[in-house]
């Protein structure tokens, strides 16, 4: 019993990681404290699973701006075509939608749960629900087993597999109970935080907007007045502030800057087409064919009409002027705003909508070729739990899969040469 492997978390790195070491031979113990496995893939992508990207995997380490370089090893091994082909084994036909992102053909994220369970069940993984880890037991220098908290029974282990996930949607079961268990053993945890977050506006005016999405729009973001980045497509406004695929991929420096009680702004830029020349010509034509109408009634071939009164109280141009009387300076006041809409951020939606935890155990002390812990031999960690992170469009289930997969591997052949 001393030679078997017991995953701790029943999320993609855990799953992933539980098939491959049982698949390579070793006794496997799958523990899960909820009562289900793959709580958080089940609402992934909208409950449709967002399950990796299909582009050129030897680009994928720049989408993860936390320690992307680390993923290096394990997407190599186990890498977007290698994770298709084995959901396909499995009868999960996917497909490929904008940005590259891989959904399964069925829009349905419980045929990837599904799968899952077939390859613990076909590989002979042992699962135990509704059950907490306590602590990894170790001798000082090797893992020796683990503690489970409910029932206190102690399971010998010769290799645990730590794939808790961060502490992003508690309601799965992902409530940082990781960090702790290597906080225990001496591992360094980088403060985790909310990633891939929506975010809350000192402004009211987005509630006005709520349910309008922009596309083809760009993005900034602004920390104690420098730019730090700029993204370009689709955005969301809602009754709390800002949401949608760029501000959720900027949200994770708004995060960090946050915790650090930095101002931070994001400024839009709804034409990012045109120059500041371009835009200033174009509203001076859109101006000649409507010169006799009100301004409130002159802006529908330029903005969405919902948008029209808010950007015209922001002008702090009187609504009612007729556009023939609109100053040269109110113009350029209405270009400038509608390239540089300025909004206040006050905070995020926080973890318990966060789709993601930046931080977690630090990367430096887990050796990336097998995803083995530096400190305690037989410790291996995997998934979420890791201070990786990356943006929306599937990368970060591919991390999960691809170190999963890994753990499991090096953890089967460390039990068998070494235990």
Partial sequence: MGKQVIVVGGGAAGMMAAGQASACGA???????????????????????????????????????GNGKF????????????????????GVKTKIERGGRV???????????????????????????????????????????????QSKEVLPAGAVIVATGGASFPGTGSTGDGYAMAEELGHKVIRPLPALVPLRTLEQWPKELQGLTLKNVSASIWIEGKKKAEEFGEMLFTHFGISGPIILTLSRIASHALSLQQKV????????????????????????????????????????????????????IDPEK?????SKEERKRLCRLLQELQLHITA???????????GGI??????????????????????????????????????????????????????????
Wanted: aromatic content about 8%.
């Fill in 362 to 419: 630090d990367v430096k002390q887990i050796n990336p070729a097998t995803m083995e812990s530096r400190l305690i031999k037989g410790l291996f960690l995997a998934g979420e739990v890791i201070d990786i992170d990356g943006v929306t469009g599937g990368y970060n289930l591919q991390a999960a899969f691809s170190t999963g997969f890994k753990a499991g591997k090096a953890a089967a052949h460390y039990v068998h040469t070494t235990v």
């Fill in 103 to 149: 959904f399964p053909e069925a829009d349905d994220s419980e045929v990837i749960v599904k799968a899952l369970k077939e390859f613990l069940e076909k590989t002979g993984v042992k699962l135990i629900l509704e059950q907490a880890v306590e602590r990894i037991i170790t001798d000082e220098e090797r893992v020796t087993g683990l503690q489970l908290k």
């Fill in 265 to 316: 702004e994001i400024r839009i830029n709804l034409k990012p087409a045109l120059t500041f020349e371009q835009l200033d010509l174009r509203i001076q034509r859109d101006f000649a064919k409507y010169q006799n109408k009100q301004l409130k009634n002159a802006l529908d071939d330029l903005l969405p009409k919902s948008m029209i009164p808010v950007m015209v109280h922001l002008s702090q």
């Fill in 27 to 65: 006794e496997v113990i799958l523990i899960e404290k909820m009562k289900r496995l793959g709580s958080k893939i089940a609402i992934s992508g909208k409950g449709r699973c967002n399950l990796t990207n299909a582009g050129d995997i030897a680009d994928f380490t720049r989408y993860y701006p």
């Fill in 322 to 326: 007729i556009i023939n009387q609109v």
């Fill in 348 to 358: 995020t939606l926080g973890m318990g909508v966060a789709i993601v935890t930046s």
């Fill in 71 to 90: 993923l290096y090893a394990s997407l190599k091994e186990f890498d977007n075509q290698a994770l298709m082909e084995f959901f396909q084994k499995y």
